[in-house]
């Protein structure tokens, strides 16, 4: 296993996630996050059954970092409650790890 995680988050609006996106890239708690969608959300909130469009954020980070997603979502996320789903990494090109893991250190 690596150090590495992808985590999850949807937001309901394009320009949401775009903006989330480049906050995580910049506040270096993020490598790359991947924008998928709109995509379909069926869930029960609030004892109702939504069906929403969304847009699926893949946030590439480390493990250190992804512990601090939770904390940053309060402050940059727009939902009450955000999706924050981490799944680790078990391999890969191990440059690419490299990479991802340089880009969220302190240092430049």
Known sequence: MTNTRIVLTTV??????????????ERRLAACVNIIGPVRSV???KHKV????????LIKTTTD??????SAFRGLHPYELPECI?????GGSEDYLAWLAAEVSSGE
């Open 43 to 45: 869930y029960r909130w």
């Open 86 to 90: 981490e799944l680790p990494i078990e």
């Open 50 to 57: 939504h069906n929403e469009q969304e847009y699926l954020l």
């Open 12 to 25: 309901g609006l394009k320009e949401v996630a775009e903006k989330l996106a480049q906050q995580l890239v």
């Open 65 to 70: 970092h992804a512990a601090q997603l939770p």
